[in-house]
C-alpha cells in the first residue's frame, strides 16, 4: 500500500517562500508520476503540478506563472514543491498524489493521496 506523507506547510507572508516536501513508502515501479494539488476553502481541488518517475518530465498548471518548481529526490524518494513568490490566493491545502496511469495533469488521474498539508499566505 502506497503511503504518501507531506510535510513543509505553514504561514508565510505575501511574496515569500515555502518548500513543500512528500515522503513516500511502499511504491512500486507502477507508479508513473507524484504530483501536487490543492484545494482552497470552498473550492474544488486542482492540478498544481507533476513529475515523472524518472524525473525527467514535469507539467505545471498555468495558473502558476513559473513560481513554482516540482523536483524529485530518487536517493530519499521524495518529491518536493519550492513554492517562490507566493500570493494570498495560493492559500489551500496541498496534497501530494501518485498515479499509476502516466504523468498525470488532472486531479482524475491521481490514484494515491496523502493527507496535505496547509500553506496559509497572509497578504
Known amino acids: 500500500q502506497v503511503r504518501l506523507v507531506e510535510s513543509g506547510g505553514g504561514l508565510v507572508q505575501a511574496g515569500g517562500s515555502l518548500r513543500l516536501s512528500c515522503a513516500a513508502s511502499?511504491?512500486?515501479?507502477?507508479?508513473?508520476?507524484t504530483g501536487w494539488v490543492r484545494q482552497a476553502p470552498g473550492k474544488e481541488r486542482e492540478f498544481v503540478a507533476s513529475?515523472?518517475?524518472?524525473?525527467?518530465?514535469?507539467y505545471y498548471s498555468p495558473f502558476l506563472g513559473g513560481r513554482f518548481t516540482i523536483s524529485r529526490d530518487h536517493a530519499k524518494d521524495t518529491v518536493s514543491l519550492q513554492m517562490d513568490m507566493l500570493k494570498p490566493e495560493d492559500t489551500a491545502v496541498y496534497y501530494c498524489?501518485?498515479?499509476?496511469?502516466?504523468?498525470?495533469?488532472?486531479?482524475?488521474?491521481?490514484?494515491?493521496w496523502g493527507r496535505g498539508t496547509q500553506v496559509t499566505v497572509s497578504s
Open positions: 511502499g511504491r512500486t515501479l507502477d507508479t508513473k508520476s
Open positions: 513529475i515523472s518517475s524518472s524525473g525527467r518530465t514535469t
Open positions: 498524489a501518485d498515479s499509476l496511469l502516466g504523468v498525470a495533469t488532472r486531479v482524475g488521474e491521481f490514484d494515491y
